[in-house]
C-alpha cells in the first residue's frame, strides 16, 4: 500500500508496522485491524498481511477505510508473548504516560520495548482519529496456547453485539470486563465500535484462515464491502459456522484464575478450551500444590505458554438463541443480536 492508501489523500510517513492503509471510493466507515499485540501470536499478521493486497485490489468497490497494523513487532521477532510487559494490558492512561515519562528520559539503549511500541501504536491511532470519514469500527485478532477452536468478545453495548456477532463462533460475555489495560477497553472510551478474536491455538494453520475469515465477516459488518463484492466473508461464514456448530453460542465468564510469575503455575496436559470441567477438578500445579476449579462449567484459555497474566477461565453457556440475519448489501443493517 503507499503511503496516502492508495486513495490520492495527503501523503504521510509510512510508520513501522502499518501492514496496510486502503482508502476506498468514497466516505464511510473505518475499519482498523491489528494483529500480534502478543508476540508468539503470529496468526493474525499473516492473516492481516493477505487480506490488506486483496482488499486493496478492490479499493475502487470500498466505501470508507481499511487499516491493518502489527502490534509488538520486537515481541513478534523473538516470537514471545512479550519482552519487558504485556502490551494488551498497557493501554491506560496512567500506563500510557509513564512509558512517555521513561521514553523522554532514558537513553536510547534503556529504552523499554514495549514503551517504544506502545507509542509507536498510538501515532498510528491518532492518524485514525484524524483521517477517518466515518465511524470506526475494530477487530483485534488473537491465538491461544491452548487448543479448543476459536471465539470472540465484545462489551456489552448493541453496536458491539451487532458487530462480534456477525462472526458466527462462540461468544462470551464479560470477559474483557476483568481484564485491564487492554486495547479494546481503551478504545471504547473513544467511541469506537470493538470486538476480540481468538482464532485458536498459536500453532495451527487453521488459526491464520479463521483469523482472515473473521476479518472479511468484519468488513461486510462495517459495510465496507457489499455481499456480491466480498466472497471470501460468505466463505469464512460457512466454515465457521460448520466448525462451532457443536459449541455454545453465548457464554459467559464466571471465574479468572489470576496468576503471577512466582507462583510457577502450570496447566496439566490435555486441557482445552469449552471442556466440561466441575468443581473441585485438578487443573494445574503451582508453587503451593494443585490447583482446582472453583467452579463447574466450560473451561476457557488454559494456559499452555511460558507468560501470562491468567492460568484458565471458567464459562458458563448462556441460553439465547442468536437471531437469523438477512445477507442483504450491508451488514450494518444487522438488526440487534441478543447475548
Known amino acids: ?31 482498523l485491524c491489528v494483529g500480534g499485540l502478543h508476540g508468539n501470536e503470529p496468526a493474525g499478521v499473516r492473516a492481516l498481511e493477505e487480506v490488506a493486497v486483496r482488499v486493496g485490489a478492490r479499493r475502487h468497490l470500498l466505501e470508507g477505510d481499511f487499516v491493518a497494523v502489527a502490534g509488538n513487532l520486537q515481541a513478534l521477532d523473538a516470537n514471545r508473548r512479550f519482552l519487558s510487559y504485556d502490551l494488551n494490558r498497557a493501554w491506560t492512561r496512567s500506563r500510557i504516560e509513564n512509558a ?14 514495549e514503551d517504544r511500541e506502545l507509542l509507536r501504536m498510538l501515532a498510528v491511532l491518532d492518524e485514525v482519529a484524524a483521517r477517518k470519514r466515518g465511524p470506526v469500527h ?5 491465538s491461544t496456547s491452548g487448543g479448543g477452536g476459536p471465539f470472540s468478545t465484545a462489551a456489552d453495548r448493541s453496536a458491539h453485539r451487532r458487530f462480534v456477532t456477525a462472526i458466527p463462533v462462540p461468544m462470551v460475555r464479560q470477559l474483557n470486563v476483568h481484564l485491564e489495560g487492554t486495547l479494546t477497553r481503551y478504545l471504547d472510551r473513544l467511541g469506537y465500535t470493538t ?10 494453520p487453521e488459526a491464520r484462515e479463521r483469523a482472515a ?27 465457521l459456522e460448520r466448525e ?22 502450570a496447566t496439566r496436559p490435555g486441557y482445552r478450551s469449552f471442556q466440561l470441567v466441575r468443581a473441585g477438578q485438578v487443573i494445574g500445579d503451582d508453587r503451593h500444590g494443585e490447583v482446582v476449579t472453583p467452579k463447574s462449567g466450560r473451561l476457557l484459555m488454559p494456559l499452555y505458554q511460558e507468560l501470562g497474566e491468567e492460568g ?12 437469523a440475519v438477512p445477507d442483504r448489501t450491508r451488514a450494518a443493517g444487522m438488526s440487534a443480536v441478543g447475548w
Open 1 to 31: 500500500m503507499g503511503e496516502d492508501g492508495g486513495g490520492g489523500g495527503v501523503r504521510w510517513e509510512r510508520p513501522e508496522g502499518l501492514i496496510g492503509w486502503v482508502e476506498g471510493k468514497s466516505e464511510g466507515p473505518l475499519l
Open 100 to 113: 512517555r515519562d521513561r521514553m523522554r528520559s532514558a537513553n536510547d539503549g534503556d529504552v523499554l520495548p
Open 138 to 142: 475494530v477487530l483485534d485478532l488473537h
Open 195 to 204: 470486538a476480540v478474536f481468538e482464532s485458536g491455538q498459536h500453532e495451527e
Open 213 to 239: 475469515s473473521a476479518v472479511w465477516l468484519a468488513i461486510r459488518a462495517a459495510g465496507l464491502l457489499a455481499d456480491a463484492d466480498a466472497p471470501e466473508a460468505r466463505r469464512g461464514r460457512v466454515a
Open 244 to 265: 462451532c456448530r457443536h459449541l455454545p453460542q453465548v457464554l459467559e465468564m464466571t471465574y479468572r484464575h489470576a496468576i503471577r510469575q512466582e507462583d510457577r503455575y
Open 312 to 323: 484458565f477461565f471458567i464459562v458458563r453457556d448462556i441460553a439465547a438463541a442468536r437471531t
